[in-house]
């Protein structure tokens, strides 16, 4: 069950620049979106989110983009920090509450 | 800030033995859930209760597995007779209803020797 798909799952990026994280799902019914950050031995933090009705979301430094036609979405970190290092998986609620599916997740790494 | 907590932190068990994995979620969440991550990979969904009821389950999810309510603040997973495979991270997750999001639990790493 590949629905939601991270292909990256290592990136690294210098202090202060841009980091992308790219993620694709399959799933056309899926109308909502969310990125969680995992810290090792922590659960996942929810980061930010996005609708289907919507082609970008921005939180202070953190900003995600939705390409519905390309089943695309990708997150921007900028300016990128130390303590960003962490996993970050891309994840998708089905309908009425029900699970939540995650995406294989991709280890960022930010460099001072 | 409100959070979702578990305990144990770490439970390590013997094959064949019971467990129990406890969540208190956030007070005012009606969704409840629990996940669980086996070393290396994805986080996995297992099931979803709500209104004192299971909504949702996968096929890991089996008769090996329950999950209850026992009173207003508690949400428990039982596994009967645990395996070496259910050896992982179990995290618990509540949702108020309101919006999608899932907030997680620090999780309890499950040890089946």
């Known amino acids: 069950d590949q629905q939601v798909k991270q292909n990256s799952p290592s990136l690294s990026v210098q202090e202060g620049r841009i980091s992308i994280l790219n993620c694709d799902y399959t799933n056309s019914m899926f109308d909502y979106f969310l990125w969680y950050k995992k810290y090792p031995a922590e659960g996942p933090t929810f980061l930010i989110s996005i609708s289907s009705i919507k082609d970008k979301n921005e939180d202070g430094r953190f900003t995600v983009f939705l390409n519905k036609s390309a089943k695309h979405l990708s997150l921007h970190i900028v300016p990128s920090q130390p303590g960003d290092s962490a996993v970050y998986f891309c994840?998708?609620?089905?309908?009425?509450?029900?699970?939540?599916?995650f995406g294989t997740g991709t280890k960022l790494q930010v460099i001072p | 800030e409100p959070e979702v907590t578990q305990t144990p932190s770490h439970q390590v068990t013997q094959m064949g033995q019971e467990v129990i994995l406890r969540c208190v979620p956030i007070s005012n969440h009606l969704y409840f859930y629990w996940y669980r991550q086996i070393l290396g990979q994805k986080v996995e969904f297992l099931v979803s209760f709500y209104n004192n009821e299971i909504s949702e389950k996968s096929e890991i999810f089996d008769d090996q597995f329950s999950v209850e309510r026992p009173d207003g603040s508690n949400f428990t997973l039982k596994i009967r007779s645990t395996k070496l495979e259910d050896s992982a991270m179990y995290f618990c997750?509540?949702?108020?209803?309101?919006?999608?999001?899932?907030?997680f639990g620090p999780g309890t790493r499950l040890t089946v020797t």
């Open positions: 994840a998708a609620p089905g309908g009425g509450y029900q699970k939540v599916t």
């Open positions: 997750a509540s949702a108020n209803g309101v919006s999608y999001e899932q907030y």
